[in-house]
């Protein structure tokens, strides 16, 4: 069985047509164009990842491939080129349910200057630190960017890979597509703000503040 969904486990099926929703909202959203990105969902002891070179306006919910965590395909065709970083993060981290792989335009140029996006904006907390960070270039598909990936994302639900794009992690796949669409506008924040000049970054002590308050909402809309 998957990931939860309002409270109750979702199947198979329902996870392969989640994904299938998610990618398109990727494409409607910009984030992603024509078969580029990817993205997976946590099913059981293995993931449904999206497939290799396909156009998300041909998918369909049966075109999601099953892997177990030591990459073998267990049901599908090929998978995403990217499967080892997928997989490698849902193995390392038992609490994240969904990673989300995207080329969106601000996150990419950031990538492209090989940053760190600094604490520019508070909101840089909701990816769990006071950066989100850049790794090195790797060739994609290969496992050394998945370990440069898993590297930066150590405490973060979020890191940008060197001249190539964005991952964002999630609960869920709604709670994923949610950090990306965050960290791809405070990439656009921070791109905008270096064409003006150098953004004044908010200090440790502010963001550990921004943090608390985070948790002072978690546990208030746990209340409600």
Not at 98 to 115: D, E, G, Q, W
Request: hydrophobic share 40%.
């Amino acid at each position: 069985m998957g990931v939860e969904a309002e409270g109750s486990i979702m199947n198979e099926q329902q996870l392969r047509t989640a994904l299938l929703n998610i990618s398109r909202r990727l494409v409607e959203l910009g984030l992603n164009r024509g078969a580029s990105g990817n993205a997976s969902v946590r099913d059981g002891d293995g993931m449904l990842i999206t497939p290799s070179a396909m156009l998300v306006s041909e998918m369909t919910a049966d075109s999601m491939v099953r892997m177990d965590l030591a990459g073998n395909i267990l049901q599908g065709g090929k998978p995403s080129s990217e499967w080892r970083f997928h997989r490698d993060i849902l193995a390392a981290r038992p609490e994240v349910g969904a990673v989300v792989h995207v080329h969106s335009t601000y996150a990419t140029t950031i990538a492209c200057l090989r940053r760190d996006v600094p604490a520019v904006h508070y909101m840089i907390a909701m990816a769990g630190g006071d950066t989100i960070r850049c790794t090195p270039y790797s060739v994609f598909g290969e496992q050394e960017l998945s370990d440069h990936a898993l590297e930066a994302l150590q405490g973060r639900k979020a890191c940008l890979l060197g001249n190539h794009g964005m991952i964002a992690l999630g609960n869920d796949l709604d709670d994923a597509l949610a950090v990306a669409i965050e960290v791809e506008f405070l990439c656009e924040i921070y791109s905008r703000t270096l064409q003006v000049g150098e953004p004044h970054i908010l200090t440790s002590q502010q963001m550990h503040d921004v943090k608390q308050k985070f948790v002072e909402y978690k546990k208030r809309d746990s209340k409600t």
